[in-house]
């Protein structure tokens, strides 16, 4: 059988399963949360002005970012467990998130004098943050792998590292809760880089876990 008509098959056979994927993935999102909610209530928490700086933007738009980012992975993750499925098209709202941010970053440095970007940069959390949201993200990331391989990806590097992403969003939005670092320059940074992280060790083993 040739690689075009495989993927038409496995597609017909994902079809054909639509509804029991789909209960499977509200299972394993649910799953992931849970999982993500009990590591970061047992470890770090919410920070102790949380109610007080529910009233900042800055604070708040940590949870756009991160949110945003968490949805449109998803989108795109179903997208790429469905065989031939024009996951392409979808990819581009990847984007929304990190073009938001930038726009947050942007009107941060116009906001804020030059003298204070390296503070705002560098933040009080640094490795905080970069330790603690790879350790939240991890369950929920080997959660949605094993979502994968009872699908049937045909880009298993790509869907891997897109989990990834997805497991980064979810854990970042619990680590915005307790850091004290509000700063667009500090989340584009730092939150970023811990996210990539994710999406790299989800894109590794997508290479050997999702292969078929």
């Not at 392409?88 to 440095?109: H, I, N, Q, S, T």
């Not at 939240?136 to 391989?149: D, E, N, S």
């Not at 939150?191 to 050997?208: D, E, K, P, Q, T």
């Amino acid at each position: 059988m040739k690689t075009d008509e495989l993927i038409k098959t496995l597609g017909a056979d994902a079809k054909a399963t639509a509804m029991p994927l789909g209960k499977m993935w509200l299972m394993v999102l649910t799953f992931a949360a849970i999982a993500a909610a009990v590591v970061f209530f047992m470890t770090i928490g919410m920070r102790p002005d949380f109610m007080q700086a529910m009233q900042t933007i800055r604070f708040l738009f940590k949870f756009v970012f991160t949110g945003t980012l968490a949805i449109t992975a998803f989108v795109v993750l179903r997208m790429l467990a469905m065989p031939g499925a024009p996951a392409g098209k979808y990819g581009r709202w990847l984007f929304v998130a990190p073009l938001l941010m930038a726009v947050a970053v942007v009107l941060e440095l116009f906001a804020m004098p030059s003298g204070d970007w390296g503070k705002r940069l560098m933040g009080n959390n640094m490795m905080i943050c970069l330790a603690f949201i790879p350790l939240i993200g991890l369950v929920p990331l080997a959660a949605l792998l094993v979502a994968l391989k009872q699908a049937a990806p045909t880009r298993p590097v790509l869907s891997g590292a897109v989990a990834g992403l997805l497991a980064g969003g979810l854990a970042a939005t619990f680590y915005a809760a307790h850091c004290t670092d509000d700063s667009p320059l500090f989340v584009a940074t730092w939150y970023s880089l811990a996210i990539a992280a994710l999406g790299g060790v989800g894109a590794l083993m997508g290479r050997f876990f999702l292969r078929w």
